[in-house]
């Protein structure tokens, strides 16, 4: 026998059965006072040490002006980011530290945020800590000195996009020119269609490659097939300056400062 019961503007059909679990499931987690927080990991905002040092989290997908609930479930708005570099600067922060643990995100907002860790006026450095790819890495190495833990994976230099079929089945991933590391993925797409996304990836690739080359001196060539890699790799390919936990890369920064 099927009941079905009204509350609120939802109507529900289900067995008798079926309500009495989802009403015990539900008062189970009342009594056990689950939250969001026993499921995410919420980014947490920016913070200044008693010595001066302001530290920004760059986490999860990064996006450009999400609802209110991505940041409470670990993602990153680039308008947090930019907002909390000037939120430091008002504050007297003596410079900025970026913890990076991110795989990417979408191009809107990624200059300007980038553009903004540049011009902070300050001495800024990032750390990687677990994955800084992408657009993360974009953002990581738009800062002074760049640094990750031993198993970080950092790189990923390249743009992405990816059409899908009518019928579903059927996925093509394009990619800026050269990096054919960065998918694996294949499908299927017009000539005109292709065209049309293989010159908008290259365009946003080449932005990305040409940002690196400025702020990396010693960038290696091989970084850009896309690639991702860590710890001494990663050094020796130039993507990172060297190779240091949170708290060694902070003890740095702070004698940087000279704090």
Same mark, same amino acid.
């Given at each position: 026998?099927?009941?079905?019961?009204?509350?609120?503007?939802?109507?529900?059909?289900?067995?008798?059965?079926?309500?009495?679990?989802?009403?015990?499931?539900?008062?189970?987690?009342?009594?056990?006072?689950?939250?969001?927080?026993?499921?995410?990991?919420?980014?947490?905002?920016?913070?200044?040490?008693?010595?001066?040092?302001?530290?920004?989290?760059?986490?999860?997908?990064?996006?450009?002006?999400?609802?209110?609930?991505?940041?409470?479930?670990?993602?990153?708005?680039?308008?947090?980011?930019?907002?909390?570099?000037?939120?430091?600067?008002?504050?007297?922060?003596?410079?900025?530290?970026?913890?990076?643990?991110?795989?990417?995100?979408?191009?809107?907002?990624?200059?300007?945020?980038?553009?903004?860790?540049?011009?902070?006026?300050?001495?800024?450095?990032?750390?990687?800590?677990?994955?800084?790819?992408?657009?993360?890495?974009?953002?990581?190495?738009?800062?002074?000195?760049?640094?990750?833990?031993?198993?970080?994976?950092?790189?990923?230099?390249?743009?992405?996009?990816?059409?899908?079929?009518?019928?579903?089945?059927?996925?093509?991933?394009? #990619?800026? /020119?050269?990096? *054919?590391?960065?998918?694996?993925?294949? @499908?299927?797409? %017009?000539?005109? !269609?292709?065209?049309? =996304?293989?010159?908008?990836?290259?365009?946003?690739?080449?932005?990305?490659?040409?940002?690196?080359?400025? #702020?990396? /001196?010693?960038? *290696?060539?091989?970084?850009?097939?896309? @690639?991702?890699? %860590?710890?001494? !790799?990663?050094?020796? =390919?130039?993507?990172?300056?060297?190779?240091?936990?949170?708290?060694?890369?902070?003890?740095?920064?702070?004698?940087?400062?000279?704090?």
């Amino acid at each position: 026998m099927k009941t079905q019961i009204f509350n609120g503007s939802r109507i529900w059909c289900a067995t008798s059965e079926a309500l009495q679990e989802m009403a015990h499931n539900h008062d189970m987690a009342i009594n056990a006072n689950i939250t969001m927080a026993d499921f995410f990991t919420a980014r947490e905002p920016m913070a200044i040490s008693e010595d001066g040092i302001a530290q920004i989290n760059i986490s999860g997908g990064l996006l450009d002006s999400p609802p209110a609930i991505h940041e409470k479930t670990g993602g990153t708005a680039y308008k947090t980011v930019i907002a909390e570099i000037d939120e430091a600067k008002l504050a007297g922060a003596k410079g900025i530290f970026f913890n990076v643990s991110s795989g990417g995100g979408s191009v809107t907002g990624l200059k300007e945020t980038s553009n903004a860790i540049m011009a902070a006026g300050l001495p800024t450095m990032a750390h990687c800590d677990g994955v800084a790819c992408s657009a993360a890495y974009y953002l990581a190495s738009s800062a002074d000195d760049l640094a990750s833990s031993p198993s970080a994976l950092v790189g990923n230099i390249g743009t992405i996009m990816s059409w899908q079929s009518n019928s579903g089945l059927a996925t093509e991933v394009i #990619t800026n /020119d050269g990096a *054919d590391l960065k998918s694996t993925f294949k @499908g299927e797409l %017009s000539d005109t !269609q292709r065209e049309f =996304l293989q010159n908008q990836a290259n365009a946003i690739g080449e932005d990305f490659k040409d940002h690196v080359l400025n #702020t990396r /001196d010693a960038i *290696d060539s091989e970084v850009f097939r896309a @690639g991702w890699y %860590s710890g001494e !790799q990663a050094v020796e =390919l130039g993507l990172v300056d060297g190779i240091a936990t949170k708290r060694e890369a902070m003890a740095i920064f702070r004698g940087e400062l000279n704090l």
